[in-house]
């Protein structure tokens, strides 16, 4: 049976130049299928509000959002390390405000891990979670959470300011005990000069092939979404959407046409059948 890593692992993994996995995930039939493809590690992304709940932004997701996603994640995926973000202004109030959200992360949501968006202004924060034995994994670049703040969704460490401060942000994490961090959309040159500066993994997204590993949005990957918007930092392994609407307009239109239910899919009185086989498997 497989066996969720660790952050050891995964430092290790870093050390011999093993490149690590990561998806997002925000139920439980995504989460299970992440793990039996065998993914490294999921984590269970603020994003929920942009594919899942319909927002504009992931400002509008709370702590109770992210507890009720992560539980559904780890009974899907229950051998997989699970990380689980820290949503807006959790991790930004006070040290007692990041502990007791974290703690919540943990102990409702059963995260291995939480993510915390920011670099240097909130190292302290990090720093009281990996002290209190809370794992955390930094996050920096495009931080999703403060984009009304950046202007928008760009692109970061085009210059030479924003390189530095990158670096300082990646640096700080280090040193407060993050055991990992994320860069988001930051620029190849400046993403692999910092993953070759770090003791500890980077994971990227839209941040090049220098990172020490990578993850993608679960709808992205599988273009799960309508509209889907294409992204340039994306690889679209498949058109489930598109699959997904030819399917249901199928349905539509044979129950529609009385094509649907068949006699395939009734029954009759005198071949009355196992419960367990009205609903595909052994029912007690």
Request: with cysteine; aromatic share 6%; charged share 20%.
């Amino acid at each position: 049976m497989k066996q969720a890593l660790t952050i050891t692992k995964l430092q290790k993994m870093k050390a011999e130049g093993e490149p690590i996995t990561m998806v997002t995930a925000y139920d439980y039939p995504s989460a299970r299928l992440a793990e039996e493809a065998g993914i490294d590690t999921i984590l269970v992304g603020d994003s929920l509000g942009n594919v899942v709940l319909g927002y504009d932004t992931t400002v509008p997701v709370t702590l109770d959002d992210m507890i009720y996603h992560a539980r559904s994640v780890a009974r899907g995926a229950q051998n997989t390390f699970r990380i689980v973000d820290m949503p807006f202004m959790t991790a930004r109030i006070s040290r007692e405000e990041t502990l007791r959200g974290a703690g919540r992360l943990m102990q409702e949501g059963h995260a291995h891990s939480v993510k915390i968006e920011g670099g240097e202004e909130i190292a302290e924060h990090v720093a009281a979670c990996v002290q209190a034995g809370i794992p955390v994994i930094g996050h920096i670049g495009l931080t999703p959470q403060s984009v009304h703040q950046l202007g928008g969704y760009k692109i970061q460490g085009k210059l030479e300011a924003e390189a530095a401060r990158l670096e300082a942000d990646a640096l700080a994490l280090q040193q407060a005990g993050a055991y990992a961090v994320v860069l988001e959309l930051v620029t190849e040159p400046i993403a692999t000069a910092i993953s070759g500066k770090l003791t500890i993994p980077t994971i990227g997204i839209g941040a090049g092939p220098g990172c020490d590993g990578q993850v993608l949005v679960y709808h992205d990957l599988i273009q799960y979404a309508s509209p889907y918007r294409a992204k340039k930092f994306v690889k679209t392994y498949a058109d489930v959407g598109s699959t997904i609407r030819e399917a249901l307009g199928q349905y539509v239109s044979e129950v529609k046409g009385r094509s649907f239910p068949a006699a395939e899919h009734t029954f009759g009185a005198a071949a009355a059948a196992p419960v367990g086989a009205l609903y595909g498997g052994e029912r007690k």
